[in-house]
């Protein structure tokens, strides 16, 4: 079935640093979502992007969809202490594989102050 | 507006027993719903999934079953308990395109 890969697995950032974490997939995707889950939360959708080559901002947030739409990535710029959590990538899977949402093993922040 | 409701919060259980984890969404009619089970530091697995009354679709063989008898209502069941069931259970409801997720359920199993 369709599978989603996360690189890095983990994180740590100097606070005020740049960084950036990535999803690929081996087969095309029809969309690509991410979420954010804070420690001891539950996941929380941020974004959700369908087009190739896509690119969405959130403050200091930026979502990039590949344009073979097999890989996105989340670049977060001036890394602060409220960005620590864990950060999945997800994708729905075509109709005939049913209606589910797969997510990527996810990277886990770390931000030292 | 939509909520989901998932109890208990903390869990803690002995191997071999039974286990029963509720899942109630109010505001929204049909949703579909989910579990996923997160082990400590990982990803999130899709466990089931549901599109209506009955319907349920497992996506991985295990101790676990799942049941909806109700339009908003999706319970996660196991006869007997196992070390390996261990985790944080989260149920879901689907919004469109979005997951909304329940505050999920910490199960200890030992």
């Known amino acids: 079935g369709q599978q989603v890969m996360q690189i890095p697995q983990y994180q740590h950032v100097q606070e005020g640093e740049d960084f950036t974490t990535y999803c690929n997939s081996s087969t095309t995707l029809s969309n690509i979502q991410w979420y954010k889950q804070r420690p001891g939360g539950h996941p929380v959708f941020l974004i959700q992007l369908v087009k190739s080559g896509e690119v969405k901002k959130q403050k200091r947030l930026t979502f990039q969809f590949g344009e073979a739409k097999k890989n996105s990535s989340l670049h977060i710029t001036a890394t602060q202490t409220t960005d620590v959590g864990t950060y999945f990538c997800a994708s729905w899977a075509i109709k005939a594989a049913g209606n589910k949402l797969t997510f990527g093993g996810g990277t886990r922040v770390l931000v030292k102050p | 507006s939509q909520t989901i409701h998932q109890w208990p919060a903390t869990l803690v259980q002995p191997v071999g027993s039974p286990l029963s984890l509720e899942c109630t969404v109010e505001g929204t009619s049909n949703p579909n719903l989910y579990w996923y089970r997160q082990a400590a530091g990982r990803g999130l697995q899709l466990l089931f999934y549901?599109?209506?009354?009955?319907?349920i679709s497992s996506e991985v063989p295990q101790n676990l079953s799942a049941s909806r008898p109700q339009d908003r209502q999706f319970i996660l069941s196991s006869k007997k308990l196992l070390l390996s069931d261990s985790g944080f259970y989260l149920c879901?409801?689907?919004?469109?395109?979005?997951?909304?997720f329940g505050s999920g359920t910490q199960l200890s199993v030992l």
């Open positions: 549901s599109v209506g009354i009955g319907q």
């Open positions: 879901a409801w689907r919004g469109g395109e979005k997951l909304f």
